[in-house]
Each structure stands twice: as structure tokens, then as C-alpha cells.
């Protein structure tokens, strides 16, 4: 019985561990530098290093034959656990590299300042459990890109924030010049998204409210916003399906 006890305890142990190293190994060690040479070479995939680093890993928490503690069924549960992760961050760091060339090719925005732009996005996107489309629309939509956009109405940087209205939410980062920074103007102003997403309920109404125009009928702003959501959607898929499926064609035989 206390054998038996002792196996279970140490089986407990084990999986906590293993849960946790998973969850952080493939969760942090794949991310590659936010500052590569050139957007053209960042990859999808681990680097060479990090690959290399992998089988030692499964040796050392028990991802080999040689572990007798975790029966075959918890260890697939583990491989599968972590693999998924791996594939999620995969699909976000492609998504984001695309989104970058994109606004390098498309905006004249310079490579260093689109990737902090693109990773901040994600970021609060993620944050909020929102799509990052929809959150690069509507930075389209109120600045075109632009890090020093300002308007006549005093509205300030990428998601346009007027320091007025929001003076509790810019000093959690300092000043009204940090609206100027792209992480601090883009945490801002997607915080003031969500809480008017919370308040209506809705996203064009959100949206609107967003913009000033809660009372235009029209829809002129979120149709626009959802314009260009839609389009960064398509345009992602677009690249999936030729990423995924660009097969070599092969002629019938005679």
C-alpha cells in the first residue's frame, strides 16, 4: 500500500512538472528575435538550435521509452498538450510576419516600427480575445499606420486617442507623449475599445463610440472598419491556401 501510495505521489508530481516545462519550453524557447535582418527571413518554423534542443529535452522529462512513471496514454496526452501549443504560437508568429510585409509592401512603414507595431497588436489582440484583423482595421482606419497622426481635434497617434477623455488610462504609462509610443498608444487604446465593447454590447455600436459618431446613421466608420477587417482576412487566407496547398501538378499518364 505504501509503495503503491509512494507511485502515485511521485506519478502527481511528475505530471505537474511536466505540464508546466511543456507549457513553458514550447511556449517561450520557439520565439525567434523581434529585430531579424529582414521580415524576408523570418520563419515559421523552430530554428536549427532549438531543434536540436528538443530531444534532450523529451530524455529529461521522460518523453522516451525509457520512462516508467507516466503510462503510454499520459504521455501522448503531454505530446499532443505541447505540440498544440507549438502549432498555435506557429500560426500567430506567421500571421504576424505577414502582417508585417504587408505593411512594409503596402504603407511605407519602415521593418522595425511595423514589427512592434504588428507584435504590440497581437499582443493586446490576444489580451482581449479579439482578432488581430480587426484591430489593425481600425488602426488603418484612424491613422493609416501612422506612429505621429494627429488630428484637428487633438486625437493623438496609431488608435488616435484624445488625452482629454482618457487621462486616467495615459498616466498608467506617463504623460500625453507617450501617445506617440506605439506599444503605450495602442495598450491605451484598445483598453478604451473594450470597455465601450462592454458598455454597448455590440461592436459597430463600440465602434462608433470609438470614433465620436455614435449617432450617425450612416454607419460610415464601422462599415469602413469592417471593410478593411474583411480584407485583412481574405488576405491572410489567401496566403494560407497558397502556403498550405501549393502542390506540383502532375500530368495524367497517357
Do not use: C
Amino acid at each position: 500500500m505504501t509503495l503503491k501510495f509512494i507511485r502515485q505521489y511521485i506519478r502527481t508530481i511528475g505530471t505537474i512538472v511536466l505540464t508546466f516545462s511543456s507549457v513553458t519550453f514550447y511556449g517561450l524557447s520557439f520565439r525567434e528575435s523581434d529585430e531579424p535582418e529582414s521580415a524576408q527571413f523570418d520563419i515559421l518554423h523552430p530554428s536549427e538550435q532549438h531543434l536540436n534542443l528538443m530531444p534532450e529535452l523529451a530524455d529529461v522529462w521522460g518523453l522516451s521509452r525509457d520512462l516508467t512513471i507516466f503510462t503510454d496514454d499520459e504521455l501522448e496526452r503531454w505530446r499532443s498538450m505541447a505540440e498544440n501549443i507549438q502549432y498555435h504560437n506557429d500560426i500567430r508568429r506567421h500571421k504576424r510576419q505577414k502582417m508585417t510585409k504587408y505593411l512594409v509592401n503596402n504603407y511605407d512603414v519602415q521593418e522595425r516600427e511595423a514589427r512592434v507595431l504588428v507584435r504590440s497588436a497581437d499582443s493586446n489582440a490576444r489580451k482581449y480575445k479579439i482578432d488581430l484583423e480587426l484591430l489593425m482595421a481600425i488602426i488603418f482606419v484612424e491613422s493609416t499606420y501612422k506612429v505621429t497622426a494627429q488630428s484637428n481635434q487633438g486625437a493623438i497617434g496609431l488608435m488616435q486617442v484624445v488625452p482629454k477623455w482618457h487621462l486616467d488610462k495615459i498616466e498608467q504609462y506617463g504623460d500625453v507623449s507617450v501617445l506617440y509610443d506605439i506599444r503605450a498608444n495602442i495598450a491605451i487604446g484598445t483598453e478604451i475599445l473594450m470597455e465601450y465593447l462592454e458598455k454597448e454590447g455590440n461592436i459597430r455600436q463600440a465602434l462608433h463610440r470609438y470614433n465620436g459618431s455614435k449617432d450617425d446613421k450612416t454607419l460610415k466608420y464601422s462599415n469602413r472598419v469592417l471593410k478593411k477587417y474583411s480584407e485583412l482576412k481574405a488576405h491572410n487566407h489567401m496566403e494560407d491556401a497558397q502556403l498550405n496547398y501549393n502542390f506540383d501538378i502532375i500530368a495524367p499518364a497517357a
